[in-house]
């Protein structure tokens, strides 16, 4: 059974830094790229970050490039989200997601999110 | 970048009847397209990929269908489970991955 855990979210002020994990299990963790997608409470979905499965490739939206470093460790199934220089609009429920195949394509299964808020 | 726009809003309907859900995308996706149930506090749900093929464990009264620009989600007789909000989501071309902004389905 695959499982994604996010760990690591919180409030924080602006400016601050934050890391999220995610801890996977049930499937070969190197062969599949891993997401991160974000919702702002009462919004829709945003896609973030991207890291195919070897690690080599990570990819990020426009409005987090320079502030947010997509990683993981192959050795542990851990993927991670290191956010600097948070901004209040980085402000929501941040979702681990699996992709289908070693690049990111579509996303197979989700973890259950956690929250960040961005807030003095 | 490719956006993607959906239709209705939000649809209300009745259990029992056939929900009708559109994605627009503003340039051809060539059936690289998914679709997500979404039900409140809850993660995303993978449904749809290549725009008509069920992923695993969905049931089939969901179906995906379109081509180039225009796709549809159609729930054949709505269950109460089914009332939730639906996103699609293009990954032909990338980054970024994008995704529209929800159908709420609801009950009427």
Sequence with gaps: ?120 | EIVLTQSPATLSLSPGERATLSCRASQNVNNILAWYQQKPGQAPRLLIYGASTRATGIPARFSGSGSGTEYTLTISSLQSEDFAVYYCQQYSNWPPWTFGQGTKVEIK
């Design chain 1, 1 to 120: 059974e695959v499982q994604l855990l996010e760990s690591g979210g919180g409030l924080v002020q602006p400016g601050g830094s934050l890391r999220l994990s995610c801890a996977a299990s049930g499937f070969t963790f190197s062969s599949y790229a891993m997401t991160w997608v974000r919702q702002a409470p009462g919004k829709g979905l945003e896609w973030v970050s991207a890291i195919s499965g070897s690690g080599s490739h990570p990819y990020y939206t426009d409005s987090v490039k320079g502030r947010f470093t997509i990683t993981r460790d192959n050795s542990r199934n851990i993927v991670y989200l290191q956010m600097n220089s948070l901004r209040a609009e980085d402000s929501a429920f941040y979702y681990c997601a699996k992709d289908a195949s070693g690049f990111p394509y579509f996303f197979d299964f989700w973890g259950q999110g956690i929250l960040v808020t961005v807030s003095s």
